[in-house]
């Protein structure tokens, strides 16, 4: 309808440390809130905390590969006691990437991600838990159509499964983005 329905603001701040040459740690925490603009929809209403603690490895063969792994967890707290969108999350996704040539690389990921809804009020009388899996590939080709930009072209595949019916879906995503970088 055009009007806009949903604000949110958050804080992010990643810390990493080298360990040794080709491995490193990091972790990310985020803090914010979500708000609905209408009356009726404010039970979505949430303040969402998440972090994630990641450990890659570089410098992998010759193709100067680059693997990792990283946890996510996380909360949305609602603001209403009877919503029923509070929830904790937790998750993984295995990621890696290898250079094709001299401006180009590949990139694949697996993720999965469990979100468990708070079981009162629940929804329509069910105990909500989703299961979220994505697979991902894409390239990047720096320096093209000219320099200074990339084109990444992206598959993406999502299942979510729910204890909900009205919450499951698969989505299919092709994009391609156009990246312009400031050397």
Do not use: C, M
């Not at 929830?87 to 996704?93: E, F, K, Q």
């Not at 990621?95 to 809804?117: H, I, K, M, R, V």
């Amino acid at each position: 309808d055009g009007s806009q329905h949903e604000l949110g603001a958050g804080i992010d701040l990643g810390l990493s440390r080298r360990l040794g040459g080709n491995w490193e740690l990091g972790s990310a925490g985020r803090a914010g809130v979500v708000r609905y603009q209408q009356d009726e929809l404010e039970v979505l209403d949430v303040s969402r905390y998440l972090g994630s603690l990641a450990l890659t490895r570089t410098g992998i063969g010759a193709r100067n590969g680059r693997a990792g792994l990283v946890a996510l967890f996380g909360t949305d707290d609602a603001e209403d006691d009877s919503s029923p969108y509070s929830n904790d999350r937790l998750g993984a996704r295995l990621f890696g990437g290898w250079q094709l040539g001299t401006g180009s690389s590949l990139y694949l990921e697996a993720a999965y991600l469990e979100t468990d809804f708070d079981d009162s009020p629940g929804f329509f009388g069910e105990d909500r838990v989703d299961d979220q899996w994505t697979v991902a590939l894409s390239t990047d080709y720096r320096d093209w159509p000219a320099r200074g930009y990339s084109l990444l072209p992206t598959l993406r595949f999502t299942s979510t499964n729910s204890t909900v019916s009205l919450y499951e879906y698969d989505r299919f995503e092709i994009g391609v983005y156009l990246r312009r970088t400031k050397r």
